[in-house]
């Protein structure tokens, strides 16, 4: 006769086990219910359902004690291994599920690194058990990233429509023209760009998002290039624009962020330039449960 039908899996439960584990350990019915916060005809009955289902007597009654029968003492044993496999199974889900719940790898470009550590500090304030893993690059790099499926998530503007990715939109980044504050111009309520065409215009690197947007917005309104300087870098480019080296063009975000007092925002007709955040993932990727909640947690705080 196989186990299972020896066992009548159908109407033997763990529960009824687990009582008659507590009442052979305690050789009692009546200690057995007050462990288990049940009336004692309760775990009676279980232990007669059992009994039955499994067609043998698991104890005897001498006296007032209760023994096990020898067929008893073979439950007994063959309930503790039930009980061991599934605690250990228990263990290994838990440590898997703690596993996806503790990682968060999540890498975005250097503009949106004035938006996200904020809101990444409150979850990993929330769920403490989270173990992040942060990178910052400029777009070129995040994607190279994404290609390589080496993150969670990711976010950057204008998601490659040659991709196969998944693509939401995160929130606005526009960018703004910034000058020193002593700017001739700067007084004025609305400037034209040609006035500026002359200035130099510090850029951020090749593969930089910004600059992919600016120069993008530059042929689509077919305003002409100027003289441009290199800088790797948001902050060295406010610093070098309050320095007087030129004027920028820079996501609003880096300004509002840690805002140098002597640089101005010149109301340029046709700016600041619409550019957008998406998260990004490659598109069929199951999101890991932290990627999903930090997700939705950025959203909630931007709604
Ligand atoms: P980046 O970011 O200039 O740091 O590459 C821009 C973006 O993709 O928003």
Redesign the pocket.
């Known amino acids: 006769m196989s186990w299972q039908r020896r066992f009548h899996t159908r109407q033997t439960t763990f529960r009824q086990l687990e009582i008659f584990m507590r009442v052979a350990e305690d050789a009692s019915v009546t200690k057995a219910a007050k462990h288990l916060h049940l009336a004692q005809p309760t775990v009676s009955t279980q232990i007669a359902k059992l009994a039955e289902a499994l067609k043998v007597t698991l104890f005897e009654q001498v006296g007032k004690r209760l023994f096990l029968t020898d067929v008893g003492k073979d439950v007994l044993e063959a309930t503790r291994e039930l009980f061991n496999v599934m605690d250990s199974l228990e263990m290994r889900l838990a440590k898997r599920e703690g596993l996806s719940l503790g990682q968060l790898r999540i890498s975005v470009?250097?503009?949106?690194k004035y938006l996200i550590p904020t809101y990444l500090g409150e979850f990993c304030q929330m769920y403490k058990d989270i173990e992040p893993e942060f990178q910052v690059?400029?777009?070129?790099e995040?994607i190279e990233r994404l290609k390589r499926n080496a993150d969670d998530i990711y976010v950057?503007?204008?998601p490659p429509r040659e991709l196969d990715i998944e693509a939401q939109l995160l929130t606005k980044?526009p960018l703004t023209v910034i000058a020193k504050k002593d700017h001739p111009l700067a007084h004025r309520k609305s400037i034209q760009w040609d006035l500026l065409k002359e200035e130099r215009l510090l850029m951020?690197e090749m593969?930089?998002?910004?600059?992919?947007?600016i120069e993008k917005h530059f042929t689509q309104h077919q305003l002409p290039m100027n003289k441009m300087v290199t800088i790797a870098s948001?902050e060295a480019i406010k610093e070098s624009v309050m320095a007087g080296l030129g004027i920028a063009i820079v996501?609003q975000h880096a300004l509002n962020h840690m805002a140098p007092g002597n640089l101005v925002e010149l109301p340029v007709d046709g700016f600041p330039i619409a550019?957008s955040?998406y998260w990004v993932y490659p598109k069929g990727k199951h999101l890991s449960p932290a990627a999903i909640a930090f997700k939705q947690h950025v959203e909630m705080r931007l709604r």
């Not at 470009?109 to 949106?112: H, K, P």
């Open positions: 470009v250097t503009t949106a690059g400029n777009r070129a995040i950057f503007s204008n980044n951020r593969g930089s998002g910004t600059r992919y947007a948001n996501s550019n955040w």
